[in-house]
């Protein structure tokens, strides 16, 4: 009996919990916001131990402020830039074809007051402006544009989504773990508790190089408080040794992500068209040292970094003619006239 009152006292303050903060209500946001308090919460241990035992930080704070005033700004930079990245939107594609579908809404209007216009004899209406770039197109229905990225024949059932019944664009993918089809589909990403894809992959790679930067820092902050505390016994520092562990693993994995991600970035690949490239169809028979989509390293660095102004901007597959160039190996010509870029 007693037993039951407890759980019947436990699903009442659950419910009053779950009524002034509805967010908790949902398993998934509930397991996101647990982990992302508990990252803060990670971030805060490290720098409040640090500060707590390190009285030769506090030392030097007081005669050079400048140094810890730039620590704690990255350190409050990385946590914006985790919050910012994780609540950003990778670029579903159903966002993208309502997007095409309000643009037919505003290209039928236009043309209806240019037609009106003319027959009324005073000046006419410029073109179709949306303030978005399809490729240039101003009023295509979204089947139509998405085949006109796919080689001529090719079957649209080919390209239909079986759980979200759309037409995907070339280099789009389900997530089954968010549920939706994400353009340009890099990964889901747990720790941000949302997918990777064109809509947010610069924001992760600033985030992740601004974690690797603070790991780095805090890193080097411990290993200059143990040397500096080296003749002590080992115990007496054994939570900062507990702590530089597994801070030494985390600074080899962001390293190794930040490099494999500016690889990407630079030959304008995904993580999943680089680990499924043989089973993914339109990458099937390209060689694996050719970069479909690469338009070379500045131009794909500008489009990463530059362009973010439209996050639906959808790419076609490359023809016969272009795959076979970018197959050609580099000569020394190539290299003068900077063929690479």
């Known amino acids: 009996m007693v037993i039951g009152m407890c759980r019947s006292f436990r699903d009442r303050a659950l419910d009053r919990c779950y009524h002034c903060f509805p967010c908790l209500s949902d398993p998934a946001r509930r397991s996101s ?20 035992f390190d009285s030769d930080l ?32 990778p670029g579903y594609v159903l966002d993208a074809m309502r997007a095409v579908n309000e643009t037919n809404v505003i290209c039928k209007k236009s043309s209806m007051a240019k037609t009106a216009s003319s027959k009324n004899g005073s000046l006419p209406v410029e073109g179709c402006q949306s303030g978005r770039n399809f490729q240039g197109t101003n009023s295509t229905s979204w089947t139509k544009l998405v085949m006109d990225m796919y080689p001529p024949g090719t079957s649209i059932r080919s ?14 993918k389900h997530c089954y773990d968010c549920d939706k089809c994400v353009l340009h ?12 894809g064109q809509g947010n992959h610069c924001k992760f790679w600033w985030y992740i190089c601004e974690e690797s930067a603070l790991c780095l820092w805090t890193g080097i902050l411990y ?48 993580t999943y068209e680089l680990v499924r490239r043989r089973r993914i169809p339109y990458l099937r028979g390209i060689p694996e040292r050719v970069y479909p989509f690469s338009k070379g390293v500045c131009h794909n660095l500008y489009d990463f970094c530059c362009d973010g102004s439209n996050i639906y901007s959808l790419e076609p597959l490359p023809s016969a003619q272009e795959l076979e160039e970018k197959s050609r190996p580099y000569t020394c010509l190539d290299v003068l006239t900077c063929r690479c870029c």
């Not at 916001?33 to 707590?52: A, D, E, P």
């Open 223 to 270: 290993i200059t408080y143990l040397r500096a505390n080296i003749s002590r016994a080992w115990w007496n520092d054994a939570i900062a040794i507990l702590l530089l562990i597994p801070l030494s693993i985390f600074i080899v994995f962001l390293l190794l992500l930040l490099f494999f991600h500016s690889y990407l970035i630079l030959t304008n690949q995904t």
């Open 33 to 52: 916001l647990v982990l992302k308090v508990t990252l803060v919460m990670l971030h805060l241990v490290y720098v409040g131990i640090l500060f707590l």
């Open 58 to 89: 506090i030392d030097k704070t007081k005669k050079e402020p400048w140094y810890t005033a730039l620590y704690l700004l990255l350190f409050f930079a990385t946590l914006v830039q985790y919050f910012i990245t994780s609540g950003s939107s």
């Open 159 to 172: 390209c239909i989504c079986p759980y979200c019944n759309v037409e995907q664009p070339p280099r789009a």
């Open 185 to 196: 589909f890099d990964h889901h990403c747990v720790w941000l508790g949302t997918c990777i």
